[in-house]
């Protein structure tokens, strides 16, 4: 799994550009992965999600990216707007079936907007 | 839907005393619930898995007598901070169904 460290890693954009959000996931065997948005002193908030079948999903505003060659997946986000400041974290889930497998974290990215 | 509701949002507790966190799912029935904690600046790590009328399964390094959770009800899973310390102070977010997570709950052991 991702190591755990004590600084995020931070990543600044001005409003209005575009935001691009790296991860690199640690199993192979992972068939589900799913980006989350964490405000200070909230639970993390589902954003996207995107099966190991595909290699690119669309939502509004985001796009993920999966490359499973490199085990590497990315969450772009259009039009940065202030309210997108957050830590931003790759999940993977391991077990296949349903919605009960154990999700991995990845170590998170913390996104500043600046007016 | 999958909603889960997590409550205290926010508690202090003296040293030495417990500390009971609830989770409920609102719209769903949920068999299991996880329990993930999460310290200052890091990821969130799973500490183990209630399952509704039998035991949970804790990750390895949690402390099943420290941690104790309880998920007697298809809608409700608890988890108990027993004889906190400093070191517990942390972030603790349950998730039911789905991948739909809880508020969080931020406990301070003083």
């Known amino acids: 799994g991702e190591s755990v460290g004590l600084h995020l890693p931070t990543l600044s954009v001005q409003e209005g550009d575009n935001s691009i959000i790296n991860c690199a996931y640690s199993?192979?065997?992972?068939?589900?992965f799913i980006w989350y948005k964490q405000e200070s002193g909230k639970g993390p908030q589902f954003i996207i999600d995107?099966?190991?079948?595909?290699d690119k999903r669309q939502g509004q505003r985001v796009t993920v990216l999966l490359n499973k060659t490199v085990k590497h997946l990315s969450l772009q986000i259009a039009a940065t707007q202030p309210g997108d400041s957050a830590v931003y974290f790759c999940?993977?889930?391991?077990?296949?079936?349903?919605?009960?497998?154990?999700?991995?974290f990845g170590k998170g990215t913390k996104l500043s907007v600046k007016p | 839907g999958a909603v889960v509701s997590q409550h205290p949002s926010r508690v202090i507790c003296k040293s030495g005393t417990s500390v009971k966190i609830e989770c409920r799912s609102l719209?769903?029935?949920?068999?299991?619930m996880f329990w993930y904690r999460q310290f200052p600046k890091q990821s969130l790590m799973l500490m183990a898995t209630?399952?509704?009328?039998?035991?949970?399964?804790?990750e390895q390094g949690v402390e099943k007598d420290k941690f104790l959770i309880n998920h007697a009800s298809l809608t409700l899973s608890t988890l108990t901070v027993t004889s906190a310390h400093p070191e517990d102070s942390s972030f603790y977010i349950c998730?039911?169904?789905?991948?739909?997570f809880g508020s969080g709950t931020r406990l301070t052991v003083v």
């Open positions: 995107i099966r190991s079948n595909m």
């Open positions: 209630s399952n509704e009328g039998s035991k949970a399964t804790y």
């Open positions: 199993n192979s065997a992972s068939d589900y």
């Open positions: 719209d769903f029935q949920a068999t299991t």
């Open positions: 998730r039911g169904h789905g991948y739909t």
């Open positions: 999940a993977e889930k391991v077990n296949s079936g349903g919605s009960q497998g154990n999700l991995i």
